[in-house]
């Protein structure tokens, strides 16, 4: 059975059409524009990119910038990927083998454990407890661990609850993972996206010697649309890697190699990190202030660190109605809850613009009136 990717299905239907588009997870994209005006490079220099296949591991300056992020990194343990949604299949396709088993947190982004349960391999969840501000369950995490665990499948920061694992939680999925020699694979796009003073998250990679680490531009950097993400891996997995990546996509972009170069210059990154955290900060701001207006039906954990975060409501309406009448009445889209298992709860990004944010809010708080009016 092909186990479909429930959340990106259900944004590829709706997301390009409402005036309103809360689904997202990453900081508001930047314009090419705007990106080289604070960066300070002429936009010029785009002229002379030639749209050849880059290295087909990507450009070896931006791989020594990717390398320079990460302790005792170089650039060979470095591969460039389309995003982290191809980091995250090339690593199912080249750990997991026939019996393996895999654990996954939930509710979680489901892009390694659904590529992994599309090749068979059986999929084991832990739970992250709501009522405990989405502490990670790890007697849970001891009792499921097992011979067959091959990959802990870990988001730090979290999606969808913007939790940032306690280092006792680190410890502890360490201490499950080397129990049985288990890889622990960390999606890290949203590091970078810390709320308030939170410091940037550190990187699983160098904390235990199997580690697998994913990133991306997309999120913290605030450009999905450049398709540049990266594996950090132990130099000897990376001729695996590579021999798929090779069928899959053979390159990253041309242009995204060279945009993220232009990224990650040391010059210019702090000046994206500081515009995702003005955007964060005062989204959030800007969100709290609007579900305020149903205080008694609405909940939030405060997410510690992410664009978005998960919001719990009291109406007799569950999550996938509630969300098409947003995007039919309201032409304002949210992401179900059930898309991760979690009904009358649905995921709303809020590092945009304050108008455009207010706006589609308010939207969302009319649908709720309406509802709370006709369920008297
Ligand atoms: C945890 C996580 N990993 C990976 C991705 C895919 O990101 P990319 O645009 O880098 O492919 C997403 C996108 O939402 C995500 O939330």
């Given at each position: 059975m092909f186990h479909q990717f429930k959340i990106e299905s259900y944004l590829t239907e709706h997301e390009k059409n409402v005036?309103?588009?809360?689904?997202?997870?990453?900081v508001h994209p930047i314009k090419i524009g705007d990106f080289f005006e604070l960066a300070g490079r002429?936009?010029?220099?785009?002229?002379?990119?030639?749209?050849d296949y880059p290295n087909?591991?990507?450009k070896v300056e931006l791989r020594e910038k990717i390398a320079s992020l990460?302790?005792?990194?170089?650039?060979?343990n470095i591969l460039t990927t389309i995003g982290a949604s191809e980091a995250n299949y090339l690593i199912a396709e080249t750990i997991l083998k026939p019996g393996d088993e895999l654990i996954a947190l939930q509710p979680?982004?489901?892009?390694l454990p659904g590529n992994a349960q599309n090749n068979g391999i059986t999929l084991k969840t832990v739970e992250l407890i709501e009522a405990q501000?989405?502490?990670?369950?790890t007697d849970q995490l001891m009792a499921t661990?097992?011979?067959?665990?091959?990959i802990i499948s870990i988001i730090n920061p979290h999606n969808p609850t913007g939790h940032i694992l306690t280092q006792t939680e680190v410890n502890a999925i360490i201490k499950a993972a080397s129990s049985v020699g288990a890889w622990i694979v960390a999606?890290?796009?949203?590091?970078?996206?810390?709320?308030?003073?939170?410091?940037r998250t550190p990187s699983f990679?160098?904390?235990?010697?199997?580690v697998i680490a994913v990133n991306s531009m997309s999120k913290a950097y605030g450009?999905?649309?450049?398709?540049i993400g990266w594996i950090v891996a132990p130099e000897e997995l990376m001729p695996q890697f590579q021999l798929r990546h090779e069928y899959t996509t053979?390159?990253?972009?041309m242009l995204g190699n060279e945009l993220a170069n232009i990224a990650l210059d040391p010059e210019v990154r702090p000046k994206l990190t500081q515009r995702a955290r003005e955007l964060i900060n005062f989204g959030f701001d800007t969100l709290m202030d609007m579900l305020a207006v149903h205080n008694d039906t609405y909940s939030v954990v405060p997410?510690?660190?992410?664009?978005m975060c998960i919001v719990r409501y009291d109406l007799p309406v569950d999550s996938l109605e509630f969300v098409n009448r947003l995007v039919h009445e309201k032409s304002t889209l949210v992401v179900p809850g059930n898309c991760f298992g979690l009904d009358r709860h649905f995921r709303c990004s809020s590092a945009l613009p304050e108008v455009y944010l207010r706006e589609g809010l308010a939207n969302i708080n009319a649908l709720v009136a309406e509802i709370k009016g006709q369920s008297k």
């Open positions: 005036a309103y588009n809360y689904s997202e997870s990453g002429d936009l010029a220099e785009i002229s002379n990119i030639e749209m087909v591991r990507g990460y302790p005792d990194a170089n650039l060979n979680a982004y489901m892009q501000n989405w502490a990670l369950n661990v097992n011979s067959n665990t091959k999606d890290e796009v949203y590091a970078g996206t810390e709320r308030g003073d939170t410091p990679w160098g904390q235990y010697d199997r450009m999905p649309g450049l398709r053979i390159s990253s972009t997410p510690e660190a992410s664009a």
